[in-house]
């Protein structure tokens, strides 16, 4: 089993930045895809962005690409998400996610979720 736990939603105002971070345990996550869904009222969970662990490819959405940025310390099992430029349609529950081999975009790829963390963008 892999833990995941969020920090660092909030509320902010259209144009500001917020970082979140994850913190992954309970396995080695060595060859594990870390990665981010979020979730809006009334709407399915899409994907943000992930990361693999070896050589840290990186893969967006497009809704996001150019504003959102995506690392990893694999020294410290973490996974960040820095978002830049927010707009109010980024408004949602947000989840850390972890998956072993490459990167996927699916919800049903991804076996280990949090519990999520509310980023609300204010106008």
């Known amino acids: 089993q892999v833990q995941l736990v969020e920090s660092g939603g909030g509320l902010v105002q259209a144009g500001g930045s917020l970082g979140l971070s994850c913190a992954a345990s309970?396995?080695?996550?060595?060859?594990?895809?870390l990665g981010w869904f979020r979730q809006s009222p009334g709407n399915e969970r899409e994907f943000v962005a992930a990361?693999?662990?070896?050589?840290?490819?990186?893969y967006y959405a497009d809704s996001v690409k150019g504003r959102f940025t995506i690392s990893r310390d694999n020294a410290k099992n973490t996974v960040y998400l820095q978002m830049n430029s927010l707009k109010p349609e980024d408004t949602a529950v947000y989840y850390c996610?972890?998956?072993?081999?490459?990167?996927?975009?699916?919800?049903?790829?991804?076996?280990?979720w949090g519990q999520g963390t509310q980023v609300t963008v204010s106008s």
């Open positions: 309970g396995r080695a996550l060595s060859s594990y895809v």
């Open positions: 990361v693999s662990w070896s050589d840290r490819t990186t």
């Open positions: 996610v972890a998956r072993y081999g490459a990167i996927a975009t699916m919800t049903f790829e991804y076996p280990f």
